[in-house]
């Protein structure tokens, strides 16, 4: 059982930044490859990327263009989103998300996380 508590969120300007940060319960973090999705009003959730276990590979959905960086730290259980150069359509519930198998990060991940909000204003 994982335990995830996203934090970080908040109102920015647009082109300001945000990290955002979730922290995992349990001892076996380090087992579980990490990832972020969205979800803004009207919209269904939305994959923007992932981090492997060990934090070598990372993947990020085409919309993020070099924007947004995820990395790790196993030994905090925590997973981070930097978001750069934000814009009103950014505006969303960031949620974190883990899975033990790379075929389902993407679509069916084991746990989530409650979400934060972010809201880009112009």
């Known amino acids: 059982q994982v335990q995830l508590v996203e934090s970080g969120g908040g109102l920015v300007q647009a082109g300001g930044s945000l990290r955002l940060s979730c922290a995992a319960s349990g001892r076996t973090f380090n087992n579980y490859i990490m990832g972020w999705f969205r979800q803004a009003p009207g919209k269904e959730r939305e994959y923007v990327g992932h981090?492997?276990?060990?934090?070598?590979?990372?993947y990020y959905a085409d919309f993020v263009k070099g924007r947004f960086t995820i990395s790790r730290d196993n030994g905090k259980n925590t997973v981070y989103l930097q978001m750069n150069s934000l814009t009103v359509e950014d505006t969303a519930v960031y949620y974190c998300?883990?899975?033990?198998?790379?075929?389902?990060?993407?679509?069916?991940?084991?746990?989530w996380g409650q979400g934060t909000q972010v809201t880009v204003s112009s």
């Open positions: 998300a883990a899975a033990t198998q790379y075929s389902l990060i993407r679509t069916m991940p084991d746990y």
């Open positions: 981090i492997s276990s060990s934090g070598v590979l990372i």
